[in-house]
């Protein structure tokens, strides 16, 4: 377990590097910089600029550089908003970003697996029916609609919410069931087709012929196995809602990391989009390997310290 | 006379599917005797498992007709929730395939445990006593160690162990045993059902063995039920079925099993396939295979022949109408 979890993290970190490399080079071959956009600055001051942010040394050199710099987790400097490192904006956006994550995460989680059970139980009846529908709704309704329409009827029709911005637990309702319609509607469709194939299975007969009461068979014998697949889906559908939540940040004006993830790219802020893809990638890779070990709790089959099934 | 302590009567079983009702099973009677073994016996098809999974009404399909009776209670009738408190209990049950009927993510352990909670009012740790008894039973070695394992840990053979350990935690009064050898290799065969003899002799549980093999049934089995195409055909105990087969599908399985004992000759196949169970034949279901079939066999399902009190069978050839015909075969 331990050589496991070792090899992983030298797994993590080359990954890591990996994306690093190619962000950077990718960033820059972009066209663009950060200081020709609307104001018309004099040749000098851009010179000087380029001087200031080290943009005029050879690309090789910045890249050595800046891989020395996130080695000591010093991300750098907002271009676009002088004064601020990265870190401070990391700090100070991360925390919103990952409760509107979380919350999202969670919801999508608890309400999709209950829809599933309730459709697999219910098979071919109406409450199959009526959790499906609003499954295929939220699967192809795109997030910004969602977000578009909730703040259309539940907050300005109907006044029941507050229409933007990140305050009370009020404020979050709206930018959570935006966020978490689509991976619940993932979950809830992939719940009840495992659970289905689940219940279909011979130990789910023998559970039964031990006089073992539904719920229970339900509960212990059934729904463990029927969340493998959907434990697996977890790592991806965290990737989701977290780039998703850039666009439900940006229309509720929350003030996560989404939002200076999305303007970093459009002022070519190089150093704000490299910190937050190093940051996001990072985030990223941990909850992916969180999802293997977690793989590996649920499914005794599972071995993570042999190579072999 | 040896007290009767299950009773199925006129067991009608149907799947209702999209192109129509599957009468699986057609009118099965037949009794279970304290401490004996009852072996039913079929081709694929004829409606044995369907029958072994009514009685503890764990068939997917509708039981449209008949009783089942035990202690007193009609299983086919029972509500769910008194049936639960016998399912596991006082009839439990073993099947096919050992390699899919444990739950994969959950310890032997657990598994074993919890069928005697649910049952008794035994505390974790006594259950866990009972299980460990069981264990040593069916004989699986280390039993305490294996307890914290799970399925895949354990082969084909330990896994069916398992399932038979876990059948018998609440000491039940009918143990049904649904192919418990088809998915096992011969040498593990011939154990397991070595420990079936072997747990009846302490427990004096009784048995219904389903399966198809005869070998099987000529090791194990008191009586024997020949089931054809949803009814019981044939039924007697096991002298009289192998030396005094009456009905002609069960000579022909007879005929169809290799002999050690008897050189050069040669096995002879029941030809054609059993009847279509969507529309079930009006007459006897065997005669469109059966080399002796009359014109009544067409018309009218046979009458019941009592050959003694221990040998009954549903065959027109039986009755004094027909006493005429002399049989080709050697017998």
Known sequence: MVKYILRRFVAMIVTLWLIVTLTFFLMHLAPGSPFNQERNTSASVQENLMEHYQLNKPIAIQYVHYLNNILHFDFGESITLPGQTVNDLLSRGFPVSFELGMLALLVAVIS?????????????????????????????????????????????????????????????????????????AIIARLTRSSMLEVLTQDYIRTAKAK??????????????????????????????????????????????????????????????IMGTTVFYSGFLIIMLFLVDIAYGVLDPRIKLHKKEG | MVETILEVNDLHVSFPTYGGTVKAVRGVNFTLKKGETLAIVGESGCGKTVTSESIMRLTTGDIVKGAILFNGHDLATLPEKELRKIRGSDISMIFQDPMTSLNPTITIG??????????????????????????????????????????????????????????????????????????????????????????????????????????????????????????????????????????????????????????????????????????????????????????????????????????????????????????????
Not at chain 1, 151 to 168: D, G, K, R, S, Y
Not at chain 2, 152 to 166: D, E, K, N, T, Y
């Open chain 1, 112 to 184: 999709g697996i209950i829809l599933g059970v309730l459709a697999a139980l219910k098979h071919n009846g109406i409450i199959d029916y009526i959790a499906m529908t609003i499954a295929v709704i939220g699967i192809s309704v795109p997030n910004f609609i969602m977000a578009t329409l909730l703040i259309q009827e539940l907050a300005v029709n109907w006044a029941i919410f507050p229409t933007a911005t990140w305050a009370t637990p009020m404020h979050a309702v709206l930018p959570t069931v935006a966020l978490a319609t689509g991976p619940m």
């Open chain 1, 211 to 272: 006089g073992l009461s539904p719920i229970k068979i339900i509960v212990k014998h059934a729904l463990r196995n029927a969340l493998l697949p959907v434990v697996t889906l977890l790592g991806t559908l965290t990737a989701g809602i977290l780039t998703g939540s850039f666009v439900i940040e940006k229309i509720f004006a929350i003030p996560g990391m989404g939002k200076y993830f999305v303007d970093s790219i459009n002022s070519r802020d190089y150093f704000v």
């Open chain 2, 110 to 331: 657990s598994q074993l445990i919890e069928g005697i909670t649910q049952h008794t009012h035994k505390s974790k740790s006594e259950a866990k006593e009972v299980a460990l008894e069981m264990l040593d039973l069916v004989g699986i070695a280390n039993p305490s160690e294996r307890l914290k394992q799970y399925p895949h840990q354990f082969s084909g053979g330990m896994r069916q162990r398992i399932m038979i350990a876990m059948s018998l935690v609440c000491n039940p009064s009918v143990l049904i045993a649904d192919e418990p050898t088809t998915a096992l290799d011969v040498t593990i065969q011939a154990q397991i059902l070595e420990l079936f003899k072997k747990i009846q002799k302490e427990t004096g549980v009784s048995i219904i063995l389903i399966t198809h093999d005869l070998g099987v049934v000529a090791q194990v089995a008191d009586r024997i039920a020949i089931m054809y195409a949803g009814k019981v055909v044939e039924i007697g105990n096991r002298q009289e079925i192998f030396y005094r087969p009456q009905h002609p599908y069960t000579r022909g399985l007879l005929r169809s099993v290799p002999r050690i004992d008897k050189e050069e000759e040669a096995l002879i196949p029941i030809p054609g396939t059993p009847p279509d169970l969507f529309s079930p034949p009006k007459g006897c279901p065997f005669m469109a295979r059966c080399d002796q079939a009359m014109e009544v066999c067409d018309h009218y399902y046979p009458l019941t022949s009592h050959i003694n009190d221990h040998h009954k069978v549903d065959c027109w050839l039986q009755d004094e109408r027909a006493k005429k015909v002399t049989f080709a075969t050697k017998g």
